[in-house]
Nanobody, 126 residues
């Protein structure tokens, strides 16, 4: 099982980026896939995740309305489209997966995700 994240970079405040995560080793329908981020000096936090059982998508309060989780089953790839980026969005972004069934309140629980990508750096700065 491998997850390969890409798409990070430097963007000005108010700008947009679209992250990609190519998943290999299982289909997107068989796992809960999440996006997490870790800012310098801070703990890793959940950003968005899609549950495997019913496809519901959860967003962190800080990104709701600005970020969109999507996927392409044919490419076995998930995306995180990020709009209206702000300096506080600066972080290393990770995609992660778990085949464990998660309830809504556990979708951002890092300890339940057993597959992680390598991370891609997003820097929002003028």
């Amino acid at each position: 099982v491998q997850l390969q994240a890409s798409g990070g970079g430097l963007v000005q405040p108010g700008g947009s980026l679209k992250l990609s995560c190519v998943v290999s080793g299982f289909s997107l329908d068989s796992a809960t896939i999440g996006w997490f981020r870790q800012a310098p000096g801070k703990e890793r936090e959940g950003v968005s995740a899609r549950r495997q059982n019913n496809g519901s998508i959860r967003y962190a309060d800080s990104v709701r309305g600005r970020f969109t989780f999507s996927r392409d089953r044919a490419k076995n790839t998930v995306y995180l489209e990020m709009n209206s980026l702000q300096p506080e969005d600066t972080a290393v972004y990770y995609c992660a997966a778990t085949t464990r069934g998660l309830i809504w309140s556990s979708m951002f629980a890092i300890q339940y995700y057993n597959y992680w990508g390598q991370g891609t750096l997003v820097t929002v700065s003028s």
